[in-house]
């Protein structure tokens, strides 16, 4: 299931109401919802909400009476307006996390940060259970903790960029908290324009009882007094990286200013040591001169250190560590780490460093090595295709933890038994990939609620039956990642995974179970037609949807250049039934018995300049409804100006989830478009005004069930509906 993100388009779009919109099917066929019937009024009344809620997707005329009554007057009001409502409190869901920042533990107590746009939460965790301690705007980069309550954290945030740049400014700023990470406090900050910034340099951060330390933006931070205030220590050069050992000892990896000025001026790069609380630093040992990429170290308290030192120039990196106390250092250039973007910095354990790889140039995959700190040699322990930008952490119980930043949806993940083999464990529910209802086990109105969750190491299938407040595994699929499930008469269900990167098979398999989740038979690997696996990869931009029918099973696919219907049997000899060209931008599949629809995003106007000025795109959503052959029954247009993000069906009843097309951003907008009458007719409703600020940031599925209930899985939660789409709210979350 495709997750639609920000694409950073400027918002230029205006759409009004025409019957029919260029389709076969007319969207409304009298007088009623949303026809164009005095265009001009409704247009009015249109722009007057528009203007109240500025954010909104294109306004449309609308002047029709609810087609779901709601359960009271409020709800009524919203839909005589045409529109809707989102209330309840936004989680974590693992389709908003971005990066995570690795644990640092108090005793048995951890707590790490999971980052998402523009949001950050602090969980803490003890014996395997994670949960929300808090929240903080920005991104969080770094994080200490002296005790249970005491703490502090790090984050960035970006300002807008100025033309011809990527970036804007950086703004980091230090916060404190003293209940454990429920509230925090902004207690300093600085802003650094996007011609200052070095991605060389490390934010770090430690505090010990009254003593705090960090290392930001190349400058050093003392605070004496919990974290409350902070004074620039001065040192010789500017600070890449540090390694806080203790209240009175401090490791500073420094280069001069001018290798981090525009130009790249390769200079010598030197660790530096003070025994003295910060008050005098001395040279220990001279590194490689470079245009710093990266300059990582880690110390431990029983003299044995590893700096991790990489080029921006060649892409080489060098290895200096030692195990005396730094009385003499070695030095190599293992071939595990060249050609890398980065590494993240190491954690000592023994006579092991451990280091997190990202991906480089050349194909390698991300990961983590160990370096022997008596030989210098490297080894890769496991390979992860999609892990950016790893930290990792040591458990006071012997277990890793691993906080990548990801191409996928990611968290904080555990290792107990090795580093080879490792679970997310924060957050963990609602489910990432896809929700489904299924009335069989439960009601219509009250249905149960079936996820797919996948990680790339093991796939989970779990249920709710008390509307996503609290999940439980019916299934692990190890390594495995589903990618689509579905539900079938007397608490039938199906699962398709796909074989986990890590384990390097690529095969697709179908998982059924016969009794509601209980007991799993996996089939063997799928006979798909040839080429189709390349296109169920979990990297590929495709969608997949599936049914089970009396007479088997059903799979949509999206390819580069047709929509697939396939069918089978046995679940694992696979043909095609019927195929669609498809056009321009495939958004969603939805299947309703045997019926499948498909919806595109049309582009109607291709982008443009307008007196100097990048006018976007302008897409129309197309529905089109086929038999289980493929062959096209009729098609629906929705007005232009629009993206579709997800669409789903329950019989008569349909819903399409859409954005403004000029940015495809939910957060700026949403727009539903609802029938009740199997598309004969249409009424959209807008967010409103007062429910923006509960937006989410992806849409991942859609679900409805009955006449009434729907399950929207996005990046912050699941939303549910019971009145068909009029009020929504955050299923809460038990701890």
């Known amino acids: 299931m495709r997750r639609w993100m920000i694409i950073g388009i400027v918002t230029s779009c205006c759409g009004l109401w025409a019957a029919g919109c260029g389709s076969p099917t007319p969207i409304a066929r009298e007088p009623a919802p949303f026809s164009n019937h005095s265009a001009a009024g409704s247009a009015e009344r249109a722009q007057a909400r528009a203007a109240q809620a500025p954010a909104q997707a294109p306004a449309l005329s609308a002047n029709a009476s609810p087609s779901v009554a709601g359960p009271n007057g409020e709800a009524q009001e919203l839909a005589s307006h045409g529109e809707f409502a989102i209330s309840g409190t936004p989680t974590f869901a693992p389709a908003r996390v971005t990066q995570t920042v690795a644990p640092t533990f108090v005793g048995t107590l951890g707590f790490a940060a999971l980052d998402g746009q523009s949001q950050s939460a602090i969980v803490e965790g003890q014996a395997g259970a994670w949960h929300i301690a808090g929240q903080l705007p920005g991104q969080v980069v770094a994080l200490s903790f002296a005790n249970r309550l005491n703490g502090l954290a790090v984050t960035v945030e970006h300002g807008a960029p100025r033309p011809n740049e990527l970036e804007g400014a950086a703004t980091y700023r230090i916060w404190q908290t003293r209940n454990g990470g429920a509230s925090w406090r902004s207690v300093w900050q600085t802003t650094v324009p996007p011609e200052e910034a070095s991605m060389a340099e490390t934010p770090v951060v430690a505090l010990w009882g009254s003593v705090g330390y960090a290392a930001i933006a190349g400058q050093l931070l003392r605070s004496s007094d919990g974290g409350a205030t902070w004074v620039k220590v001065p040192v010789q050069g500017a600070v890449l990286d540090a390694a806080f050992v203790s209240p009175t000892d401090v490791w500073l990896s420094e280069v001069s200013p001018k290798a981090l000025a525009p130009g790249q001026h390769p200079s010598p790069v030197w660790l530096a040591v003070s025994e003295d609380g910060a008050h005098t630093f001395h040279t220990v040992v001279t590194g490689p001169s470079v245009v710093p990429w990266e300059a990582n170290i880690a110390m431990d308290g029983d003299g044995s250190g590893i700096w991790v030192v990489k080029d921006l120039n060649s892409w080489q990196t060098r290895v200096l560590w030692t195990t005396n106390r730094w009385a003499s250092w070695r030095e190599a250039a293992p071939s595990a780490y060249q050609g890398r973007i980065a590494q993240s910095v190491p954690v000592i354990d023994g006579s092991a460093a451990y280091i997190g790889l990202c991906p480089g140039a050349a194909p390698f995959p991300g990961g983590v090595t160990s370096f022997d700190l008596r030989t210098g040699r490297a080894a890769t322990l496991v390979t992860v295709p999609y892990w950016y930008a790893v930290s990792l952490a040591r458990g006071p119980s012997g277990d890793w933890y691993a906080a990548p930043s990801s191409s996928e949806p990611t968290g904080l993940y555990e290792s107990v038994a090795s580093l080879r083999d490792w ?200 529905l089109t409804e086929s038999e289980g052959n493929g062959k096209p029954l009729r098609t629906v247009s929705l007005p232009e100006g629009y993206g579709a993000l997800a669409m789903a069906w329950a019989g008569s009843r349909g819903m399409v989830v859409c954005a403004s097309s000029a940015n495809m951003d939910p957060a700026q907008g949403m727009t539903l478009f609802v029938t009740t009458n199997g598309g004969a007719t249409w009424r959209a409703r807008h967010v409103a005004a007062a429910s923006q600020a509960l937006l989410p940031g992806s849409v991942v599925s859609l679900a409805l069930s009955g006449d009434a209930f729907g399950a929207l899985l996005t990046d912050r939660g699941l939303l549910l509906t019971r009145d068909g789409g009029v009020t929504w709210s955050y299923a809460p979350q038990k701890p």
């Not at 169920?536 to 099973?553: D, I, K």
């Not at 919806?599 to 443009?608: E, F, K, T």
């Open 423 to 622: 679970r997310r464990v924060s957050p963990l529910f609602p489910p990432d990939e896809q929700i489904i209802v299924d009335p069989a086990l439960g009601s219509p109105g009250s249905p149960a609620l079936i996820g797919i969750d996948g990680d790339l190491f093991q796939g989970t299938v779990a249920e709710s039956t008390d509307g996503g407040a609290s999940w439980r595994a019916i299934a692990s699929m190890p390594q495995a990642m589903p990618i689509a499930v579905a539900a079938g008469p007397a608490g039938s269900l199906a699962v398709m995974t796909l074989s986990a990167p890590t384990a390097g098979t690529g095969q697709a398999h179908l998982w059924v179970s016969r009794d509601g989740g209980r007991h799993w038979t996996e089939l063997a690997a799928a006979a798909l037609p040839n080429g189709l696996a390349a296109n169920l990869s979990p990297f590929a931009p495709t969608n997949v949807a599936l049914a089970m029918t009396p007479s088997g099973y059903q799979m949509a696919i999206t390819t580069g250049s047709s929509d697939l219907v396939l069918t089978s049997r046995d679940g694992v000899h696979w043909a095609v039934a019927g195929s669609m060209r498809s056009q321009d931008i495939a958004s969603a599949f939805a299947f309703d018995g045997t019926t499948v629809w498909w919806a595109d995003n049309r582009v109607v106007r291709p982008g443009s300049k307008v007196g100097g000025k990048d006018q976007p795109p302008v897409f129309q959503p197309v």
